[in-house]
């Protein structure tokens, strides 16, 4: 029997954990054009500000990507999730050698 290194075994869970029949649901990535697995965890709404200022509200979410669909995410590319919501990537929160978090923006409003 071969022994899995740690690294594969990241690749292999990754693919249980972006099971579009499990957590993932399934997004078009703006960087390629391609619909790839993602798992979006959605923040609460109205949240003040965004990632970059105080003024206005935007939605905010945590977007889980395998690499191999996202090798080099860039600031501004959106995944558009099932319902139409784009969701910008606004930086970069976590990544292990097969998957990237990303911190994502949706929906910006102005302050009232």
């Given at each position: ?36 697995k ?24 945590l ?10 995410p860039?600031?501004?590319?959106t ?34």
């Amino acid at each position: 029997m071969i022994a899995m290194s740690f690294k594969d075994d990241l690749k292999s869970d990754t693919n249980t954990f972006l099971d579009d029949g499990e957590f993932a649901e399934l997004v078009t990535y703006s960087g390629t054009g391609q619909q790839i697995k993602a798992v979006i965890e959605r923040g609460n709404t109205m949240d003040k500000g965004n990632t970059f200022t105080s003024d206005g509200f935007s939605d905010r979410a945590l977007v889980t990507v395998s690499k191999a669909d996202v090798p080099n995410p860039q600031q501004g590319e959106t995944f558009t999730d099932e319902t139409g919501a784009e969701w910008e990537i606004a930086r970069k929160a976590e990544e292990d050698p097969a998957i990237v978090t990303l911190e994502c923006i949706a929906n910006e409003r102005v302050a009232f």
